[in-house]
């Protein structure tokens, strides 16, 4: 089992950045997937990032060039740099990480853009 907790969100104007931060109460890594989500109020989850393997990030193009994953294996934590934030960037943000095909997910973080 591992847990996840996310943190660093809060309120930002537009324009501005944030760094989010999951931290994992176990070894992941040799997580296959390590993602991050979002969900805004009457919206489906969507995915935002995604780490395989590893190495290997993509991002839904309308947010590649301002959101960027990594990880720090030797701290067990997962990070979202998000960059030039924007009102339709308001969410809950939640961590998950897939390991031996078992789903793990933090219980989110808000992020809200306003000015």
């Known amino acids: 089992q591992v847990q996840l907790e996310e943190s660093g969100g809060g309120l930002v104007q537009p324009g501005g950045s944030l760094r989010l931060s999951c931290a994992a109460s176990?070894?992941?890594?040799?997580?296959?997937?390590i993602r991050w989500y979002r969900q805004a109020p009457g919206e489906m989850r969507q995915w935002v990032a995604i780490?395989?393997?590893?190495?290997?990030?993509h991002y839904p193009t309308s947010l590649e060039g301002r959101f960027t994953i990594s990880r720090d294996d030797a701290k067990n934590t997962i990070y979202l740099q998000m960059n030039n934030l924007q009102p339709e960037d308001t969410a809950v943000y939640y961590c998950?990480?897939?390991?031996?095909?078992?789903?793990?997910w933090g219980q989110g973080t808000q992020v809200t853009v306003s000015s």
């Open positions: 176990g070894d992941i890594s040799s997580a296959h997937y």
């Open positions: 998950n990480v897939e390991i031996r095909q078992e789903n793990y």
């Open positions: 780490i395989i393997n590893g190495d290997i990030t």
